[in-house]
């Protein structure tokens, strides 16, 4: 359902900045202060992917009916609980009487990718629908509304669509490889390639990176080496990155985890730290793997954590330490109790 796709923009987290008022008296401000202090603290746990915190905290403040709801509706979705997140999204909508606010789009989006989740693509459709209607101008509800049609089986609507968020953003390479993805997902790779031929093209100005980078999306390896190759000197990780999961995949895997290695004495990314962990799973080196995914974890990226927590628990299964891999699953399981695949990965803990 969708796993594959690399630009569901819609679920980052947002994080407001709230302020109290500095005109009250020194009792009501202080109040103030640490009730602000407080709503800042849900929106952070919400960044560093502690839902249940989050939702705990969000009992006690007094956020607003809506703004409560909404925030409850984003920590379902971090949980994988995307029933209990529509529920939540949808109450939240209702609170404003038919009126549409801002927030209102906002609350859409989640919404969407909630329905799309559960499968009940009929529902995201129109909410996409919807949010294209009033907002024509945004790509990314664009790009999704295709997705979704894609998944009706829906190809000339889905086209439709794709063309509507390429026109607004003619120069988004990663909009136009996520296009190609959806596309060749669901069998019309030739199609998609049309959209990435335009890219290679017709853009005059594509800097060999991005053409690198484009070409590896395609499958074209040894040609995407070619060009990232000329621009490794840059000493940019994103450029290392590429190379090295090209190599990767043309099974290079002890250049490749050179490469990357090349890249985080640059400095410290939990990408590439991800990314050498993964390697390093497949030439079997699995406390190279541990190590690299600790170390991934150690950067505090919260848009990895997830991903890094995983796979850390898979580097202990291959090294034979079902104990240590058995007690992370069950605090992996309690942060992210909709990953279905983990739960099944933690029926095979028990039994071990």
């Known amino acids: 359902m969708n796993k594959g796709f690399t630009r569901i923009l819609f679920i980052m987290i947002c994080i407001f900045l709230l302020s109290g008022c500095g005109s009250a008296a020194n009792s009501s401000s202080a109040q103030e202060a640490s009730a602000a202090v407080e709503e800042d603290t849900v929106y952070t746990l919400i960044e560093d992917m502690k839902y249940e915190e989050a939702l705990a905290l969000l009992e006690t403040l007094e956020l607003g009916e809506q703004e409560s709801l909404r925030v409850a509706g984003i920590c379902y979705m971090g949980q994988g609980l995307y029933e209990e997140a529509v529920e939540a999204f949808e109450a939240a909508l209702a609170c404003n009487g038919g009126f549409i606010y801002e927030i209102d789009?906002?609350?859409?989006?989640?919404?969407?990718?909630?329905?799309?989740?559960?499968?009940?693509?009929?529902?995201?459709?129109?909410?996409?629908?919807?949010?294209?209607?009033?907002?024509?101008?945004?790509?990314?509800?664009?790009?999704?509304?295709?997705?979704?049609?894609?998944?009706?089986?829906?190809?000339?609507?889905?086209?439709?669509?794709?063309?509507?968020?390429?026109?607004?953003?003619?120069t988004d390479y990663d909009l136009m490889i996520s296009i190609y993805q959806a596309l060749a997902q669901y069998g019309y790779r030739a199609l998609g390639e049309e959209y990435i031929a335009d890219i290679l093209d017709n853009s005059a100005s594509i800097s060999d990176y991005d053409r690198g980078r484009v070409l590896y999306y395609t499958g074209e390896y040894s040609q995407a080496i070619v060009y990232l190759e000329k621009v490794k000197s840059q000493g940019t990780q994103d450029v290392i990155l590429y190379l090295a999961m090209s190599y990767e995949a043309l099974g290079d895997y002890n250049y490749a985890a050179n490469v990357y290695i090349s890249g985080l004495?640059?400095?410290?990314?939990?990408?590439?730290?991800?990314?050498?962990?993964?390697?390093?799973?497949?030439?079997?080196?699995?406390?190279?793997?541990?190590?690299?995914?600790?170390?991934?974890?150690?950067?505090?990226?919260?848009?990895?954590?997830?991903?890094?927590r995983y796979n850390q628990i898979v580097a202990y299964e291959m090294l034979g330490d079902f104990d240590t891999a058995k007690e992370l699953m069950e605090s992996y399981v309690s942060d992210y109790p909709g990953d279905e695949e983990a739960l099944r990965e933690a029926l095979f803990l028990e039994s071990r």
């Open 105 to 170: 789009y906002d609350i859409n989006r989640y919404l969407a990718v909630s329905y799309n989740k559960l499968g009940e693509y009929e529902k995201a459709e129109e909410v996409y629908a919807a949010i294209c209607a009033l907002q024509p101008k945004d790509a990314d509800a664009q790009y999704m509304h295709g997705v979704t049609y894609l998944e009706l089986g829906q190809y000339e609507n889905a086209v439709e669509c794709f063309d509507a968020a390429v026109a607004l953003a003619p």
């Open 265 to 308: 004495e640059l400095g410290e990314s939990a990408v590439l730290y991800n990314q050498l962990g993964l390697c390093q799973l497949k030439r079997g080196l699995y406390e190279e793997a541990l190590e690299a995914f600790t170390q991934g974890l150690a950067c505090n990226d919260t848009s990895l954590r997830q991903n890094l």
